[in-house]
Each structure stands twice: as C-alpha cells, then as structure tokens.
C-alpha cells in the first residue's frame, strides 16, 4: 500500500527520557512534515525537509531534533521529555501545493 | 499573513439533518484550498479540495465551493450520517510557498442517531 506509516503508534514513557518517532513514505513525495495536535486538536507545524533539506523549523524547543537520512524517511527525535510534550505527532508528505498533505496515523505520546 | 477561520464546534446533528461548516480564509493571492477529517484514533484524509476561485470539490457527498468575493470555502452535506461525526479541518496552500499549509482549529461534527 502506498502511505506515510509512522512507528510507533502509541509512546508512554518517564519525564526526562528521550525517544524517536519514525515516519516513511513511499509516495515519492519531495517534502515532509512534521505536526503535533494538542488535546484541543489544534494542529502546529514544528518541521518541514524537501529533499532532506531543512525548509521549516518553527519556533519548536531544541530537544526536538528532525533527521531526514532520505527523502522517503523523517524521524523525530526528542530529548529530556517534559510533561507538555504529551500530544500527538503526525508526519505528512507532499508533493505540489494542489495535491495537499499525506497524513500517517500518528503517534500518541504521553509523558508521565 | 495567511490563515484560516473556521466555525467552532462541537456541532451536533441528528441524522439525515443538513450540514454546513463555515471556513474563511485570508491569504494573498489565490491559494489552493482544502477540507480534511479526522476521525476518532486516525489521522487526517483530505476529503476534498478546490485550487481555483470557483472551483467545487466534492467527495462523499460533501462539497465546498472556493469563493473569491468572500474568501470563503463552506462544507455542505445534504444529508449527514453517523459515520461522519469527526474532526474537519479548513486548510490552506498559499500561491508561491506550498511547504506550508495553514490549518484551521478544526469542527467537531457529531451526528445522533
């Protein structure tokens, strides 16, 4: 099937660890995204690669670190979790601006 | 800057009832304009889209019309159905820069048997 999967789905760990999101795509997609929906659903952008170029980083704090070994694969990585960053995260690809975004599933993850 | 306004929510409808979600949107130029769902536990699907003024999309019943004179972009179903209680999102791809899409809040639709 072709899709933008992330792994994992669901993501429980300690404040204070640090954990990796994986995304891929198969679409043959030039940019991806990353997004965290808060519990009031509101959808922020933090990152965006095309061609595993940096072309977005909004105001997003330094323990967030995207990585793009290609341009089918973006992972989040993030160090010392704090409670807040408790959301969920969706990757998302693209390829012209009237096709609109490909979203994955998302991964819930929780800070306890 | 560009952005996009949408109705608040929740909205609730009993079935078979008319739906009508309201979306404006500010932006320079004509950007492509798009409605996704989300529902429950899954991430967004685009469920239609409209890249020029006048333009209709439609799918699933739904549809919107890209209005210029009102820089609006409403969705509509004549008769809504349990299955479609979800999250719509109002988006947004300005003319220029499509590595940036503006997302509305987003307007819970819950539909009652």
């Not at chain 1, 899709?3 to 429980?12: F, I, W």
């Not at chain 1, 990796?20 to 922020?44: A, P, R, V």
């Not at chain 1, 690669?49 to 992972?75: C, G, M, Q, W």
């Not at chain 1, 160090?79 to 819930?108: I, M, P, W």
Request: proline share 4%; aromatic share 12%; glycine share 8%.
């Amino acid at each position: 099937d072709t899709a933008v999967s992330q792994t994992p789905k669901y993501l429980v760990t300690q404040m204070g660890n640090d954990k990796s999101i994986k995304c891929e795509q198969n679409l043959g997609h030039d940019t991806m995204y990353w997004y965290k929906q808060d519990s009031k659903k509101f959808l922020k952008i933090m990152f965006s690669y095309n061609n595993k170029e940096l072309i977005i980083n909004e105001t997003v704090p330094n323990r967030f670190s995207p990585k793009s070994p290609d341009k089918a694969h973006l992972n989040l990585h993030i160090n010392s979790l704090e409670l807040g960053d408790s959301a969920v995260y969706f990757c998302a690809s693209s390829q012209t601006r009237t096709d609109g975004y490909t979203f994955g599933s998302g991964t819930r993850l929780t800070v306890v | 800057g560009d952005s996009v306004t949408q109705m608040e929510g929740p909205v609730t409808l009993s079935e078979e009832a008319f739906l009508t979600i309201n979306c404006t949107y500010t932006a320079t130029g004509y950007p492509s304009l798009f409605w996704y769902v989300q529902y429950p536990g899954e991430g967004l699907q685009l469920l239609l889209k409209a890249t020029k003024a006048d333009d209709k999309g439609s799918n699933k019943g739904f549809e919107a019309t890209y209005r210029k004179e009102t820089t609006s972009f409403h969705l509509e179903k004549g008769s809504v159905q349990v299955s479609d209680s979800a999250v719509y999102f109002c988006a947004l791809s300005p003319r220029g820069n499509f590595n940036k899409f503006y997302f509305g809040s987003g307007t819970k639709l819950n539909v009652k048997p």
